[in-house]
Each structure stands twice: as C-alpha cells, then as structure tokens.
C-alpha cells in the first residue's frame, strides 16, 4: 500500500521567510495529492490540492510543486506571517476507491 | 466556514456507557468518512461510507458502530469504550470514493474522552 513520508516533523521561520516542506510517496498509481492546514484544535483545511497532470499550482503565497518520476511533492510558502504557524499533512491518493493517507505532519512555527 | 457539522463537540462518556456521535453535510456529497486523530498524529480512516453503504472498515473494533441513515446524515454510536479511545473524532465528505481525486471536507471534530 502506498506509505507517505514527510519533512521536516518541524520547522521554525522568521516572519516574512519561506518555509518548504516536502513528502515523498511509494504508490505510482497515487494521482491526487493535497495539502492540509490544522490549527490547534481544530480541524484540518484543505490549503492546496494537485493533480497528476500538473507539475506546480499557486494560490497567492502558497504553491505546491509535484515530481512524478521522483514521487516526491513540495508545499511552499512565501512571506510567512505567524497565522501560518499550524500543523501541515500532506496526503496521497489513488484511483478507484483508494484512501487517502497521510503524512506524518510538521509543525510550522512563524516567529515575529 | 464548514459544511460538514459535527455533534456534540465534546463528549464524556464511561467505559459502560453507550453515545453517537453525529455528523451532517449538505453538499450533496456521495461518500463520507469518519477518521480518529491522536494528539500529534495524523487523522487515521476508520469507516469509509459510499452511496450509503459501508465500503471500507479498517479493522476497527467493533465498540465502534456506524451508521449511515441517508446520503447526507453518518453516526457513529459509541459502546464499552476504552481510556485509549479518547480522541478527536473527525467526519469527513467527499463527492464520491471512486473517482480519484475528489477531495475530502473535514467537520470540526468531535473531542471524545472516555473515563
């Protein structure tokens, strides 16, 4: 089954730096890839999705690059502010009826 | 704000005691889920329901027993819970399971502590 990897488990950035994160995934069959958002005690939001056929997606200051050949996909913000600071999964997804699973999670931190 | 509404937001229970949790979207979404997350840790699938029949059970005990009366409503009623069991309890929905690529719509969690 398909195993998803993320890094770094957390992550401390000055206010206004970029911050990266990365997962890998094991599944080539895996098509659907999105990015959520979890602030403490709440629930996950999706920020950014991507799809197989594309290789970067922007939303404002946040994008999303995806490597097939590498099975590997990046979440990148830029000019973070400390409400950016949350727990941010990745998660991988397959065709036909397949679950989600996610990665293990990092915690960002924005330092003003 | 979400679309997917989770009751009660907080819940009590003892170890005798019997509870649901209940959850309710109104996108018209096809397939929905509930997940459990620990502290620290990502949501974990429990119950996948599609066109209201359960379509994936991952090995959850069965002190845990869901329901799904119609296409928008899912419950999951609660029995003979452990310590352990306490959790955030998530429900999610999605257009359907099928088709990949659909997106999952989390509510805003059901925070179970069992003592």
């Known amino acids: 089954g398909e195993n998803v990897e993320q890094h770094p488990s957390t992550l401390s950035v000055q206010e206004g730096d970029s911050a990266v994160i990365k997962c890998t995934y094991s599944?080539?069959?895996?098509?659907?890839f999105p990015w959520y958002k979890q602030e403490l005690g709440k629930r996950p939001q999706l920020i950014i999705d991507?799809?197989?056929?594309?290789g970067e997606k922007k939303d404002q200051r946040i994008a999303v690059t995806l490597n097939k050949t590498a099975k590997h996909f990046s979440l990148h913000i830029t000019e973070t502010q400390p409400e950016d600071s949350a727990v941010y999964f990745c998660a991988a997804r397959a065709n036909y009826g397949q679950n989600f699973v996610f990665g293990p999670g990092t915690r960002l931190s924005v330092l003003p | 704000d979400t679309e997917v509404t989770q009751t009660p937001k907080h819940l009590v229970m003892g170890m005798t005691n019997k509870k649901s949790l209940k959850c309710e979207q109104h996108m018209g979404h096809r397939a929905m889920y509930w997940y459990k997350q620990k502290a620290k840790k990502p949501p974990e699938l429990m119950f996948v329901y599609s066109y209201e029949k359960l379509s994936i059970n991952e090995s959850v005990p069965s002190r845990f027993s869901p329901e799904c009366p119609n296409s928008s409503l899912l419950n999951l009623h609660l029995h003979a819970l452990q310590p352990e069991d306490s959790a955030l309890y998530l429900c999610a929905s999605s257009q359907e399971v099928r088709t990949g690529g659909n997106t999952i719509y989390f509510g805003e969690g059901s925070w179970l502590t069992v003592v």
């Open positions: 599944d080539s069959a895996s098509n659907y």
């Open positions: 991507i799809r197989s056929n594309v």
